[in-house]
């Protein structure tokens, strides 16, 4: 099935450029000149992954990536011309997957959506892997991509899904931050990012509104690790209930 994509954006020539590369890929896609069209469209009909500027006549992105986090956890990708720390760690705490300044190059956001496609196929089929994680008190369902803390369910975007599942596959060691960047992101190289710092301070705000017992350590200078052991299960097995 082709994957459906949103893109708003008020400059015409890049809601074409766009436009042509991800069809170039086989993706489908639908352009809007603003965010409100965008949100509009959406709750129609849920697209696999938007495209987001942030300057736009009507809602800015900020205020569509808002609301469109209140109904979905869909992949989201802010564009924007301005290149200030502020908007950048707005655009992160709001749940937006990734961030890109104006002028961009749109082979490396073609590229970086590929990777964003591949990370929630990745941890959204886990039929021959581990399908079930318990760690205290949240149990993480591959098959459904769902994390339940105390039989609620987490409110997390498809990054800190991704983000808390392969810490918790991975208890028995602290994880890197590049070797998070490459799995959880798609980036293939070393990058400066703040993308794994800010995701983990997501997660653990959202642990902690949960009242969890579960905890993500800071490794200094090297990455993170998951506070406690936990147990996995394999589709058709069963892991202890707590």
Known sequence: MRKLIYVADDEKNIRNLVRAFFEKEGWSVEVFDNGDLLLDAFLKKASDLVVLDIMMPGSNGFIICTKLREVSDVPIIMLTAKDTEEDYVSGLALGSDDYFTKPFSPVKLTMRVKALFRRVDMFGQKDDATDEIICGDIKISHGGMTAVCKNEPLPLTKTEFSLL?????????????????????????????????????????????????????????????????CEKSKKGTRATDF
Do not use: H, P
């Open 165 to 229: 599942s392969y810490l918790a596959e991975n208890d028995d060691k602290a994880v890197s931050r590049q070797e998070l960047l490459n799995v959880i992101w798609g980036y293939d190289s070393a990058v400066e990012s703040r993308a794994t710092d800010d995701a983990v301070k997501r997660l653990r705000r959202k642990l902690t509104d949960a009242g969890s017992e579960v905890c993500i350590d800071t490794v200094w200078g090297y990455g993170f690790k998951i506070g406690g052991k």
